[in-house]
C-alpha cells in the first residue's frame, strides 16, 4: 500500500512539472499588457514581451490609494527603501495612476532582458508591490 502511495505521489509530481514547464514554454510574447494595481500587488505580476518593439501598457488602479507603475532599466535590481533621487537613473519609465483610475501607455523595452516593475511610492514596495516584464528578443 505504501508503494502506490508513493507511486502515485510521483506521478502527481512529474504530471504537475511537466504541465507547468509546457504552460510556462508556452506563454507567449504580449505585445498589449493589461495590468491591475491595488493594495499591495501588480496582477499580473510576470509578464513577457518583445525586446525592441512598441508595446501598449493598460494600467488600471483597483486600489483607493494612487499607485504607479515604475520600470526600472534593464538588469536593475530594486533596492529597499527606493528613493527617486537616489535611484532616478535607474528609472526607464514611470505611469501614475489615480485611485479608481485607468490609464494606457506605449513604451519600447531596448533591449532582451528582465526589468523589475515596482510601485516606488513610498512604503509600497516594500508591502509587495513588484513585478518583472522579461523582455525577449523577437
Known amino acids: 500500500m505504501k508503494q502506490y502511495l508513493t507511486l502515485s505521489l510521483i506521478i502527481i509530481f512529474l504530471s504537475l512539472s511537466i504541465f507547468s514547464c ?3 514554454a508556452s506563454e507567449k510574447p504580449a505585445s498589449v499588457l493589461s495590468v491591475e494595481l491595488s493594495e499591495f500587488k501588480f496582477n499580473p505580476s510576470v509578464m513577457k514581451v518583445f525586446a525592441g518593439r512598441e508595446i501598449t501598457i493598460n494600467l488600471l488602479n483597483k486600489g483607493s490609494i494612487e499607485h504607479d507603475f515604475t520600470i526600472l532599466r534593464e538588469g536593475v535590481i530594486a533596492k529597499i527603501p527606493f528613493s527617486h533621487e537616489q535611484n532616478s537613473a535607474e528609472i526607464l519609465a ?3 495612476i489615480a485611485p479608481n ?4 501607455y506605449k513604451i519600447t523595452l531596448p533591449s532582451a532582458g528582465e526589468y523589475a516593475v515596482i510601485c516606488a511610492i513610498q512604503g509600497h514596495m516594500e508591502s509587495g508591490m513588484i513585478a518583472k516584464i522579461t523582455a525577449v528578443n523577437p
Open 94 to 96: 514611470e505611469y501614475k
Open 22 to 24: 509546457a504552460q510556462s
Open 101 to 104: 483610475q485607468s490609464g494606457s
